[in-house]
């Protein structure tokens, strides 16, 4: 039997010991993920995942999210999903509902929600609103302008919605999208990926959480790996699958992270931020990196009373 183990990027603290009790029970790793996650995805505290998560250019907000199982290397993943307040569920149902399909995006996520039966909810909240407001500087009176920066025209849309991505810069404090990985005592791999994304992206763009290969990645032969911060990086450099790969090759597990990081770093990015990586193998080893020090990730064995706070190795 397996030793159960879960952990998580920053802020999943939250939701971790929801996970950890599924696998004191004897539940999968595919339920412990789920649970974790869905508390994340609930707390209005947290603007870069679920409701009150973070808006695009119009104001809008559009989730992302992902699972996928060690064992078969089975992917499902919703992407740009709009009034679902828990997407890894979606991302769940994907997997297992619709078998012949991987990813869905927009209104067909949507659409396939809802012939689920998932229950839908306003993910903008007040404090969200307020944010992206802020970062519009619209006024107070021009509440609505937020959803009629189209009008103008494609082009001053389009070159509104880049200025805004070029003004972003992230808060201070734990900010970006929310990876958890759990090994149950079966011996089963799972890693989950849930995001708002690029807070004020292009409206329908979608980033590594939603994409196997990118944000996530796993395979019980080697490990599972999942990625938070600047997903078109590692769009570009197959992030979660490269440290995997290394994982594959006997590299331990903080090598494998910062390597991974500092070959995404070679890629040029005008709008470069900070990319960050964690790993799990099917032997419970686990580790992360990040491109500055400071960042950590949270941990619980079955014998964790809370979750344990682990510092990321840095590239
Ligand atoms: N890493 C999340 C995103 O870029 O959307």
Not at 93 to 108: F, I, S, T, Y
Not at 150 to 158: C, E, H, I, N, S
Not at 166 to 186: C, E, K, M, Q, Y
Not at 293 to 307: I, Q, R
Request: hydrophobic share 40%.
């Amino acid at each position: 039997m397996t030793a159960p183990v879960i952990i998580g990027s920053e802020r999943s603290e939250v939701g971790l010991p929801h996970g950890m009790a599924v696998l004191r029970d004897g539940g999968s790793a595919l339920d412990a993920v789920e649970a974790a996650l869905r508390v994340c995805e609930d707390n209005l505290a947290d603007h870069y995942v679920g409701t009150s998560g973070l808006p695009n250019a119009r104001g809008v907000v559009e989730l992302d999210a992902s699972v996928m199982v060690g064992s078969s290397r089975a992917f499902g993943a919703v992407a740009a999903l709009q009034g679902y307040p828990n997407p890894i569920s979606v991302a769940r149902a994907v997997m297992e509902r619709l078998p012949q399909h991987c990813v869905l995006v927009g209104e067909g996520a949507a659409t396939f929600a809802d012939e689920c039966g998932f229950e839908t909810a306003e993910l903008l909240t007040e404090e969200s609103r307020r944010l992206f407001r802020e970062a519009l500087q619209l006024e107070e009176a021009n509440v609505e302008g937020e959803r009629t920066l189209g009008l103008q025209g494609d082009r001053a849309y389009r070159l509104a919605a880049l200025e805004l991505v070029r003004r972003f810069a992230p808060h201070d404090g734990p900010w970006g999208t929310i990876n958890v990985l759990a090994l149950d005592a079966s011996g089963e791999l799972v890693v989950g990926v849930s995001t708002s994304g690029y807070p004020w992206k292009y409206p329908g763009r979608v980033g590594d959480s939603a994409l196997p290969g990118a944000g996530n990645w796993c395979d019980l032969r080697y490990g599972g790996a999942a990625c938070t911060g600047r997903g078109e990086l590692s769009l570009r450099a197959g992030t979660a699958r490269t440290v995997v790969e290394a994982l594959g090759r006997g590299d331990d597990v903080e090598r494998a992270c910062r390597d991974a990081l500092a070959d995404a770093a070679t890629l040029p990015d005008d709008f470069r931020a900070e990319l960050r990586v964690l790993a799990l193998t099917p032997d419970g080893r686990h580790g992360g990196a990040a491109g500055s020090p400071g960042s950590t990730y949270a941990v619980m064995t079955a014998d964790s009373a809370e979750p344990e706070i682990h510092p990321r190795s840095v590239r």
